[in-house]
């Protein structure tokens, strides 16, 4: 029989109380129950920090990533000022979506009737709206979201009112600092399938791929971890990409700081 939401966020409350010695798994149905996934959505990916990709990743003003949260059609782009702006990626026109993937433009345009953004989301372009009365393009711009960014990751939140990601994130900063993963450029990225257009996804949880324990796999075979991070990174942005450092080492972002989680990315490669 099926435990309720309420139950459910019962157990997981008193187990968050509990001595680490004491910690139990989380209950199976904690994994697809409705009720849980609702609250997910309105709680964590609604209100919190969702780290979108580096700010590496994007170099040069025009750079962009696309990518969803839930429901919600997201797109973040290099401004020229050197700073980095998040706009939901539908048309104010017909809502179409207006960028895919990711990429470098000079302005945004919509593929549907080529309506046309600055990049930073000022409409200057609607065709055949001067027949339109009162209709003045400068009265329309592409609602900015919420984008900070933390040691070089890129943070986007639906909610305006949410605490900075800074803060939440300071204690962490300290512990990680030496890393000077700020100054971390991308040398290399593959995809799943092992090429660089290929792409692979998991339809399951995300607190599947979160929480299930890894600290065994690597007395059984390497292999397997690699299969574990892999798959842990196909969840995140179904993508590995490797950093050099200011120092020239080279390491593997494998993981990295989601929805204001205190993880951090990568490991040292020999």
């Not at 909610?159 to 900075?164: E, G, V």
């Not at 803060?167 to 030496?178: F, P």
């Not at 979160?210 to 007395?219: D, M, P």
């Not at 892999?230 to 989601?258: D, E, K, Y």
Request: proline letters at 5%.
């Amino acid at each position: 029989m099926r435990q309720s939401a309420d139950e459910l966020l019962r157990i997981i409350t008193d187990n968050a109380t509990r001595d680490v010695s004491e910690a139990q798994s989380l209950p199976p149905d904690i994994y697809h129950h409705p009720d849980i996934l609702q609250l997910e959505k309105e709680r964590l990916f609604g209100r919190g920090w969702i780290c979108v990709g580096r700010t590496a990743e994007m170099p040069d003003p025009g750079d962009y990533i696309c990518f969803d949260i839930v429901d919600q059609p997201v797109v973040v782009i290099r401004q020229k000022g050197e700073s980095i702006k998040a706009f939901p990626n539908v048309c104010l026109h017909r809502c179409s979506r207006l960028l895919d993937g990711r990429g470098h433009i000079s302005r945004i345009s919509c593929p549907y009737h080529s309506w046309t953004y600055k990049l930073g989301g000022q409409l200057i372009g609607a065709p055949f709206m001067q027949r339109t009365a009162d209709f003045d393009t400068a009265d329309h711009k592409l609602r900015e979201l919420r984008c900070e960014s933390w040691e070089g990751f890129v943070y986007v939140s639906l909610d305006q009112n949410a605490p900075s990601i800074a803060g939440q994130l300071a204690d962490l900063g300290e512990i990680v600092g030496d890393f000077r993963m700020a100054n971390y450029a991308p040398v290399y990225e593959a995809m799943m399938s092992g090429t660089p257009t290929g792409s692979a996804w998991l339809k399951t949880s995300w607190m599947f791929i979160i929480f299930v324990e890894c600290t065994r796999i690597r007395s059984v075979s390497t292999a397997l971890l690699k299969i574990k991070r892999n798959f842990f990174r196909a969840a995140m942005l179904s993508r590995i990409t490797m950093f050099r450092t200011t120092r020239g080492r080279t390491v593997s972002r494998h993981m990295q700081p989601i929805r204001g989680l205190k993880a951090i990315n990568g490991c040292v490669l020999t």
